[in-house]
C-alpha cells in the first residue's frame, strides 16, 4: 500500500502531460469530487475541535491574494493546483496521523489525485514553465501547516486543528472551481 502512495505522490509531482486529463474545462464533475472531498475530510474527525481550543492558530490563509473575484484563469489553476498538491501531500507524509479509518483516507487521496490530474494540462497550458507568485503564497501557507504540525509533535490536537484548516483551504478551492466553471461557461456560450 505504502508503494501505492508513493507512486501516486510521484505522479503528482512530476506528471504535467495530457494522459487522461479534461483538458482546461473544469467540469462539473471537477468540483463534485472538490464536494466529496470535504466530505471525506469530515468523516475524519477524531476528537471534538473543542478540546483543541489551546491548540489553534492562524495559519493565514491568503484569502485576499487569491479571492476567485478578481484572478484570471491562469492565477485560479495556479492556487488550485498548488491548494490540492499541497494538500494531498501533506496528508501523504502524515498519513497515519490523520485518520483512524484509512479507507476515507484512500478516497480522499483518489479524489485529489483525479482533481490534480484534471488540473495538470491546464496549469501548463495556462501558466507555462513560469511559476506563479499565487501557486508560492498557497506552498508557503501549507508549510506553515507543516511546520505548526512538527512544533506540536504530531498530536491528536494538532491534527484536528490542521484537518479543520485543509477543510477551509478545501472549501474555498471548490467555490473558486464552481466560478472557474461558471465563467468557462459563460465564454463558451454564444
Known amino acids: 500500500m505504502a508503494f501505492v502512495f508513493s507512486l501516486l505522490t510521484a505522479l503528482v509531482v512530476f506528471n504535467y502531460g495530457p494522459g487522461g486529463s479534461l483538458g482546461c474545462d473544469l467540469s462539473q464533475n ?9 466530505v471525506l475530510l469530515r468523516q475524519m474527525r477524531r476528537i471534538s475541535p473543542s478540546f483543541c481550543l489551546k491548540d489553534r492558530k492562524d495559519f493565514r490563509f ?11 484563469k491562469a492565477q485560479a489553476i495556479s492556487v488550485l493546483h498548488e491548494t490540492l498538491q499541497q494538500t494531498f501531500l501533506l496528508l501523504q507524509t502524515e498519513r497515519s496521523s490523520v485518520a483512524r479509518d484509512s479507507t476515507l483516507l484512500d478516497k480522499l487521496f ?9 488540473l495538470d494540462l491546464c496549469l501548463v497550458q495556462e501558466m507555462g514553465e513560469q511559476p506563479s507568485s499565487l501557486g508560492m503564497a498557497m506552498k508557503k501557507y501549507f508549510q506553515g501547516i507543516h511546520l ?24 474555498f478551492s471548490t467555490n473558486l472551481q464552481e466560478r472557474l466553471r461558471i465563467m468557462d461557461a459563460d465564454l463558451g456560450s454564444p
Not at 110 to 118: A, M, N, T
Open 30 to 38: 471537477h468540483v463534485h469530487v472538490s464536494r466529496k472531498n470535504l
Open 62 to 72: 491568503p484569502q485576499e491574494m487569491v479571492d476567485g473575484s478578481h484572478l484570471q
Open 110 to 118: 483518489s479524489g485529489l489525485y483525479q482533481q490534480l490530474e484534471d
Open 148 to 171: 505548526y504540525l512538527k512544533e506540536k509533535k504530531h498530536s491528536n490536537c494538532s491534527w484536528e486543528i490542521v484537518r479543520v484548516e485543509i477543510m477551509r483551504a478545501l472549501s
